[in-house]
Protein backbone atom coordinates (compact mmCIF):
# COMPACT_ATOMS: atom_id res chain seq x y z
CA UNK A 1 0.00 0.00 0.00
CA UNK A 2 3.00 2.14 0.89
CA UNK A 3 4.56 1.46 -2.64
CA UNK A 4 1.63 1.92 -4.30
CA UNK A 5 1.12 5.25 -2.62
CA UNK A 6 4.70 6.82 -3.07
CA UNK A 7 4.55 5.48 -6.98
CA UNK A 8 1.57 8.37 -6.77
CA UNK A 9 3.34 10.68 -5.41
CA UNK A 10 6.43 10.77 -7.79
CA UNK A 11 3.70 10.39 -10.98
CA UNK A 12 1.93 13.94 -9.70
CA UNK A 13 2.79 16.81 -11.70
CA UNK A 14 2.80 19.95 -10.03
CA UNK A 15 2.98 22.23 -13.50
CA UNK A 16 -0.30 20.20 -15.08
CA UNK A 17 -2.50 20.78 -11.73
CA UNK A 18 -1.71 23.81 -11.49
CA UNK A 19 -2.63 24.50 -15.23
CA UNK A 20 -5.37 22.39 -15.11
CA UNK A 21 -6.71 23.93 -11.81
CA UNK A 22 -6.34 27.44 -13.09
CA UNK A 23 -8.28 26.35 -16.37
CA UNK A 24 -11.44 25.31 -13.96
CA UNK A 25 -11.29 28.35 -12.03
CA UNK A 26 -11.36 30.68 -15.17
CA UNK A 27 -13.35 28.65 -17.22
CA UNK A 28 -16.07 27.66 -15.26
CA UNK A 29 -18.46 28.76 -17.53
CA UNK A 30 -19.20 27.40 -21.43
CA UNK A 31 -20.05 30.64 -22.93
CA UNK A 32 -16.89 32.92 -21.46
CA UNK A 33 -14.48 30.38 -23.24
CA UNK A 34 -12.63 30.30 -26.16
CA UNK A 35 -14.42 26.63 -27.45
CA UNK A 36 -11.42 24.81 -28.43
CA UNK A 37 -9.90 25.43 -25.01
CA UNK A 38 -12.92 24.52 -23.19
CA UNK A 39 -13.05 20.93 -25.12
CA UNK A 40 -9.10 20.08 -24.20
CA UNK A 41 -10.91 20.79 -20.29
CA UNK A 42 -13.96 18.71 -20.82
CA UNK A 43 -11.41 15.62 -21.89
CA UNK A 44 -9.88 16.22 -18.80
CA UNK A 45 -12.94 15.43 -17.27
CA UNK A 46 -15.33 13.57 -19.44
CA UNK A 47 -12.83 11.02 -21.05
CA UNK A 48 -15.79 8.95 -22.78
CA UNK A 49 -17.53 12.07 -23.86
CA UNK A 50 -17.14 12.90 -27.80
CA UNK A 51 -17.88 16.27 -28.80
CA UNK A 52 -18.65 16.66 -33.01
CA UNK A 53 -20.27 18.68 -35.45
CA UNK A 54 -18.78 22.28 -33.89
CA UNK A 55 -20.27 24.62 -35.69
CA UNK A 56 -20.22 28.92 -34.64
CA UNK A 57 -22.28 31.29 -36.19
CA UNK A 58 -23.26 35.01 -35.33
CA UNK A 59 -26.69 36.43 -36.11
CA UNK A 60 -26.07 40.36 -36.91
CA UNK A 61 -29.26 40.88 -37.57
CA UNK A 62 -30.18 40.67 -33.90
CA UNK A 63 -28.32 43.68 -33.21
CA UNK A 64 -30.00 46.31 -32.42
CA UNK A 65 -30.28 48.85 -29.93
CA UNK A 66 -32.23 46.95 -27.62
CA UNK A 67 -31.04 43.25 -28.48
CA UNK A 68 -27.51 42.04 -28.16
CA UNK A 69 -26.22 40.31 -30.69
CA UNK A 70 -26.74 35.71 -30.74
CA UNK A 71 -23.11 33.81 -30.83
CA UNK A 72 -25.03 30.64 -31.72
CA UNK A 73 -23.14 27.53 -30.96
CA UNK A 74 -24.39 24.09 -32.42
CA UNK A 75 -22.64 20.43 -31.82
CA UNK A 76 -23.21 17.11 -31.04
CA UNK A 77 -22.59 14.73 -27.46
CA UNK A 78 -22.34 11.74 -27.77
CA UNK A 79 -21.36 8.43 -25.63
CA UNK A 80 -20.94 5.54 -27.59
CA UNK A 81 -23.24 3.23 -28.20
CA UNK A 82 -25.28 4.65 -25.80
CA UNK A 83 -26.80 8.45 -25.97
CA UNK A 84 -26.25 11.13 -28.71
CA UNK A 85 -27.51 14.93 -28.33
CA UNK A 86 -27.25 17.66 -30.42
CA UNK A 87 -27.08 20.56 -28.75
CA UNK A 88 -27.58 24.65 -29.83
CA UNK A 89 -26.24 27.50 -27.67
CA UNK A 90 -27.33 31.15 -28.07
CA UNK A 91 -24.86 33.38 -26.33
CA UNK A 92 -25.42 37.06 -26.41
CA UNK A 93 -23.05 39.87 -26.06
CA UNK A 94 -22.62 40.06 -22.24
CA UNK A 95 -21.47 36.35 -22.94
CA UNK A 96 -24.83 35.27 -21.07
CA UNK A 97 -26.80 32.65 -22.13
CA UNK A 98 -29.70 33.70 -24.26
CA UNK A 99 -30.82 30.09 -25.20
CA UNK A 100 -29.98 26.65 -25.00
CA UNK A 101 -31.95 23.79 -26.43
CA UNK A 102 -31.33 19.98 -26.23
CA UNK A 103 -32.36 17.46 -28.68
CA UNK A 104 -32.35 13.50 -28.57
CA UNK A 105 -30.79 11.92 -31.39
CA UNK A 106 -29.75 8.73 -30.92
CA UNK A 107 -30.87 6.34 -27.71
CA UNK A 108 -29.59 2.82 -27.82
CA UNK A 109 -30.29 2.68 -24.61
CA UNK A 110 -34.01 3.53 -23.48
CA UNK A 111 -34.98 2.46 -20.00
CA UNK A 112 -33.23 5.56 -18.40
CA UNK A 113 -34.88 7.39 -21.12
CA UNK A 114 -37.72 9.14 -18.94
CA UNK A 115 -34.96 10.63 -16.69
CA UNK A 116 -33.14 11.95 -19.69
CA UNK A 117 -36.14 13.90 -20.78
CA UNK A 118 -36.18 15.04 -17.29
CA UNK A 119 -32.88 16.22 -17.10
CA UNK A 120 -33.31 18.25 -20.90
CA UNK A 121 -35.97 20.00 -19.47
CA UNK A 122 -34.28 21.35 -16.06
CA UNK A 123 -31.16 21.92 -17.91
CA UNK A 124 -33.26 23.99 -21.29
CA UNK A 125 -35.11 25.62 -18.26
CA UNK A 126 -31.76 26.83 -16.33
CA UNK A 127 -29.58 27.50 -19.40
CA UNK A 128 -26.68 25.27 -17.64
CA UNK A 129 -24.63 23.54 -20.05
CA UNK A 130 -22.57 22.45 -17.93
CA UNK A 131 -24.93 20.67 -15.19
CA UNK A 132 -25.69 18.58 -18.33
CA UNK A 133 -22.69 17.73 -19.63
CA UNK A 134 -21.61 16.59 -16.15
CA UNK A 135 -24.90 15.08 -15.02
CA UNK A 136 -25.51 12.38 -18.24
CA UNK A 137 -21.46 12.06 -18.02
CA UNK A 138 -22.46 10.58 -14.45
CA UNK A 139 -25.39 8.37 -16.41
CA UNK A 140 -23.40 7.10 -18.45
CA UNK A 141 -21.05 6.11 -15.70
CA UNK A 142 -23.95 4.48 -13.53
CA UNK A 143 -24.98 2.56 -16.61
CA UNK A 144 -21.80 1.15 -17.31
CA UNK A 145 -21.40 0.01 -13.71
CA UNK A 146 -24.66 -2.04 -14.06
CA UNK A 147 -24.10 -3.49 -17.47
CA UNK A 148 -20.70 -4.67 -16.26
CA UNK A 149 -21.66 -5.89 -12.58
CA UNK A 150 -24.79 -7.39 -14.18
CA UNK A 151 -22.22 -8.88 -16.86
CA UNK A 152 -20.02 -10.28 -14.08
CA UNK A 153 -22.82 -12.08 -12.18
CA UNK A 154 -24.04 -14.26 -15.74
CA UNK A 155 -19.73 -14.68 -16.05
CA UNK A 156 -19.99 -16.29 -12.26
CA UNK A 157 -23.26 -17.66 -12.06
CA UNK A 158 -24.81 -19.01 -15.36
CA UNK A 159 -23.32 -22.41 -15.04
CA UNK A 160 -25.01 -22.77 -11.23
CA UNK A 161 -28.31 -21.57 -12.01
CA UNK A 162 -30.92 -21.98 -14.61
CA UNK A 163 -30.81 -19.17 -16.52
CA UNK A 164 -29.49 -15.50 -15.89
CA UNK A 165 -31.50 -12.72 -17.66
CA UNK A 166 -33.29 -15.30 -19.66
CA UNK A 167 -30.13 -17.31 -21.03
CA UNK A 168 -30.20 -20.71 -19.73
CA UNK A 169 -27.07 -22.36 -18.80
CA UNK A 170 -27.47 -24.96 -21.44
CA UNK A 171 -27.32 -21.93 -24.26
CA UNK A 172 -24.60 -20.54 -22.92
CA UNK A 173 -22.56 -23.62 -22.92
CA UNK A 174 -23.50 -23.77 -26.67
CA UNK A 175 -21.73 -20.23 -26.76
CA UNK A 176 -18.70 -21.46 -25.12
CA UNK A 177 -18.16 -24.04 -27.59
CA UNK A 178 -18.74 -21.98 -30.29
CA UNK A 179 -16.32 -19.51 -28.82
CA UNK A 180 -14.13 -22.41 -28.53
CA UNK A 181 -14.15 -23.31 -31.87
CA UNK A 182 -13.68 -19.89 -33.42
CA UNK A 183 -10.20 -18.95 -30.98
CA UNK A 184 -8.10 -19.70 -34.48
CA UNK A 185 -9.95 -16.05 -35.31
CA UNK A 186 -7.92 -14.72 -32.63
CA UNK A 187 -9.20 -12.78 -29.66
CA UNK A 188 -10.61 -9.78 -31.47
CA UNK A 189 -13.55 -12.04 -32.32
CA UNK A 190 -14.39 -13.69 -28.79
CA UNK A 191 -14.18 -9.93 -27.17
CA UNK A 192 -16.74 -8.92 -29.94
CA UNK A 193 -18.67 -11.38 -29.26
CA UNK A 194 -18.84 -10.54 -25.23
CA UNK A 195 -19.46 -6.93 -26.18
CA UNK A 196 -22.65 -7.80 -28.30
CA UNK A 197 -23.93 -10.50 -25.54
CA UNK A 198 -23.40 -7.34 -22.59
CA UNK A 199 -25.06 -4.89 -25.06
CA UNK A 200 -28.34 -7.25 -25.95
CA UNK A 201 -28.71 -8.88 -22.53
CA UNK A 202 -27.89 -6.38 -19.96
CA UNK A 203 -27.59 -2.92 -21.79
CA UNK A 204 -30.96 -1.84 -22.14
CA UNK A 205 -32.71 -3.21 -19.08
CA UNK A 206 -32.75 -2.09 -15.14
CA UNK A 207 -33.84 -5.80 -14.51
CA UNK A 208 -30.67 -8.39 -13.13
CA UNK A 209 -33.26 -11.80 -13.33
CA UNK A 210 -31.94 -15.20 -11.64
CA UNK A 211 -34.00 -18.16 -12.04
CA UNK A 212 -32.40 -21.12 -9.76
CA UNK A 213 -32.58 -24.78 -10.60
CA UNK A 214 -35.25 -25.19 -8.17
CA UNK A 215 -37.27 -22.37 -10.57
CA UNK A 216 -36.99 -19.94 -7.58
CA UNK A 217 -36.66 -16.49 -9.04
CA UNK A 218 -34.68 -13.66 -7.70
CA UNK A 219 -35.32 -10.04 -9.17
CA UNK A 220 -33.06 -7.02 -9.15
CA UNK A 221 -34.74 -3.55 -9.96
CA UNK A 222 -32.06 -1.56 -10.94
CA UNK A 223 -32.61 2.10 -12.29
CA UNK A 224 -30.79 5.07 -12.03
CA UNK A 225 -33.34 7.88 -11.29
CA UNK A 226 -32.59 11.85 -11.66
CA UNK A 227 -32.94 12.67 -7.79
CA UNK A 228 -33.15 16.22 -6.08
CA UNK A 229 -31.39 16.70 -3.28
CA UNK A 230 -30.86 20.21 -1.49
CA UNK A 231 -31.92 22.14 -4.34
CA UNK A 232 -29.78 20.44 -6.67
CA UNK A 233 -30.45 17.20 -9.34
CA UNK A 234 -28.23 14.28 -9.44
CA UNK A 235 -28.27 10.69 -10.91
CA UNK A 236 -28.22 7.58 -8.35
CA UNK A 237 -28.84 4.40 -7.97
CA UNK A 238 -32.37 3.00 -6.88
CA UNK A 239 -32.03 -1.06 -6.49
CA UNK A 240 -34.42 -3.39 -5.07
CA UNK A 241 -34.19 -6.96 -5.04
CA UNK A 242 -37.26 -9.24 -4.71
CA UNK A 243 -37.48 -13.06 -4.08
CA UNK A 244 -40.43 -15.28 -5.96
CA UNK A 245 -40.79 -19.23 -5.51
CA UNK A 246 -41.30 -21.62 -8.14
CA UNK A 247 -44.96 -19.91 -8.90
CA UNK A 248 -44.04 -16.62 -9.20
CA UNK A 249 -45.19 -15.85 -5.82
CA UNK A 250 -43.60 -13.18 -3.79
CA UNK A 251 -41.70 -14.58 -1.36
CA UNK A 252 -39.60 -12.12 0.31
CA UNK A 253 -38.66 -8.28 -0.05
CA UNK A 254 -34.31 -8.69 0.01
CA UNK A 255 -33.89 -4.65 -0.65
CA UNK A 256 -32.54 -3.27 2.69
CA UNK A 257 -30.43 -6.89 2.69
CA UNK A 258 -29.16 -5.88 -0.34
CA UNK A 259 -28.30 -2.54 0.74
CA UNK A 260 -26.33 -3.33 4.15
CA UNK A 261 -24.02 -6.32 2.05
CA UNK A 262 -23.66 -3.42 -0.89
CA UNK A 263 -22.24 -0.86 2.00
CA UNK A 264 -20.18 -3.21 3.51
CA UNK A 265 -18.67 -5.02 0.19
CA UNK A 266 -19.69 -3.37 -2.84
CA UNK A 267 -22.33 -4.23 -5.12
CA UNK A 268 -20.92 -6.90 -7.10
CA UNK A 269 -19.80 -8.85 -4.07
CA UNK A 270 -23.29 -8.37 -2.31
CA UNK A 271 -25.21 -9.95 -5.25
CA UNK A 272 -23.04 -12.54 -5.49
CA UNK A 273 -22.99 -13.33 -1.72
CA UNK A 274 -26.61 -13.31 -1.88
CA UNK A 275 -26.90 -15.81 -4.85
CA UNK A 276 -24.43 -17.97 -3.07
CA UNK A 277 -26.70 -18.40 -0.14
CA UNK A 278 -29.85 -18.84 -2.51
CA UNK A 279 -28.32 -21.97 -4.34
CA UNK A 280 -27.68 -23.96 -1.01
CA UNK A 281 -31.46 -23.43 -0.04
Known sequence: MKAEIQQKLQAFDKETFIEKK?????????????????????????PNMIISKINQTIDESSHTESMNVINTLKFTVQFKPFMKFNVTVGIDSTKAV??????????????????????????????????????????????????????????????????????????????????????????????????????????NTARLEIVFNNRKKLLVDWKLILKEKDGSHHFEHDINCFLFDEKQKLVDNLTGLLIKLTKASGIYRALANLIDNLIKT
Open 98 to 203: DKLKIEPVGLCVVVEATEIVRLIELTEKSKDISFFLYSINVLYKLQQKRINTCYDIYESFIKKVYSVNGIEGEESEDENKESQDDNNDGDDKKEKSKKYLKFIKFA
Open 22 to 46: SLVQQFSNLPSLDFETRLTTIKMFY
